[in-house]
Nanobody
Framework: QVQLVESGGGLVQAGESLRLSCAAS????????MAWFRQAPGKEREFVAS????????YYADSVKGRFIISRDNAKTTLYLQMNSLKPEDTAVYYC????????????WGQGTQVTVSS
């Protein structure tokens, strides 16, 4: 089993920044691929970014590329999402997710943290 706990959400104005954190436990993190997803009211959950624990190869959705940075701290078993130049359309509940490197879908999820960006 994998337990994920997000934190760092809040209310900010357009153009400002936030950093989200995700603490992972319950399984050797080196065997996992980690990701951030988000879900706005009335919309489906969408992929934001991902990174393995052992290889520095990142993936980003086109909507956040150049503004968001995903990173990790192996010693703290923590995943981060640095969000810069925030826009009102970034408003959503942000979720931390994990899957085995051999799995095709994310099946471990955190409780989510709210990010609201005002214009």
């Amino acid at each position: 089993q994998v337990q994920l706990v997000e934190s760092g959400g809040g209310l900010v104005q357009a153009g400002e920044s936030l950093r989200l954190s995700c603490a992972a436990s319950g399984r050797t993190v080196s065997s996992l691929r980690m990701a951030w997803f988000r879900q706005a009211p009335g919309k489906e959950r969408e992929f934001v970014a991902s990174i393995p624990w052992t290889v520095a190869k990142t993936y980003y959705a086109d909507s956040v590329k150049g503004r968001f940075i995903i990173s990790r701290d192996n010693a703290k078993t923590t995943l981060y999402l640095q969000m810069n130049s925030l826009k009102p359309e970034d408003t959503a509940v942000y979720y931390c997710a994990a899957r085995l490197e051999t799995s095709g879908s994310y099946n471990y999820w955190g409780q989510g943290t709210q990010v609201t960006v005002s214009s």
